[in-house]
């Protein structure tokens, strides 16, 4: 029995390590840069575009939302910016994935 015990242990260690090293990431964004972000999506006016998928953090936008920068003065120049569903999210251009709603 003991054997049995051991052997069950030693094929779950492996789920558990990953476990134990997967993180999640937040990404903070000042209230300032919330609101340099929304006052050039404002002057920008681009189109906001329709998906099915969910718009909220974590989620990935597909590859037919079109990805755009944000200049210097905005302070966020490491994420891209969409108009999804008429909500304005900050993304993460290599993985699409959304970091934040800019309300």
Known sequence: MKKIVLAAALA?????????TSTTTTTTITTEQQSK?????MK???????VTESVTVGAALP????????PADVGVTQYSYAV???????VEP???KIIQVIE
């Open 44 to 50: 920008e006016k681009p189109s906001s575009v329709k």
């Open 37 to 41: 972000v929304r006052a050039y999506v």
């Open 94 to 96: 290599g993985s699409r």
């Open 84 to 90: 999804v569903n008429d909500k304005t999210v900050l």
């Open 12 to 20: 779950m260690a492996p789920l558990v390590a990953f476990a134990q």
């Open 63 to 70: 590859s037919s939302v079109t990805l755009r920068t944000l």
